[in-house]
């Protein structure tokens, strides 16, 4: 019987480190920002230029 117990408080605890995990406050390196075109500003993007 323990040894469910045991199993149960192991898998909760995986559980737990995964989802805290995902869930850290980790930022993601972002990206450049581009100087993007609005509709109806006049500017025309470059195709090309992603």
Do not use: H, N, Y
């Not at 850290?24 to 992603?50: F, L, N």
Request: charged content about 25%; hydrophobic content about 50%.
């Amino acid at each position: 019987m323990w040894l469910l117990v045991l199993e149960a408080l192991a898998a909760l605890a995986l559980l737990v480190f995964i989802v805290a995990w995902t869930m850290s406050g980790r930022r993601r390196v972002q990206e450049p920002s581009t100087d993007e075109a609005t509709p109806g500003d006049g500017k025309v993007r470059d195709p090309e230029q992603r």
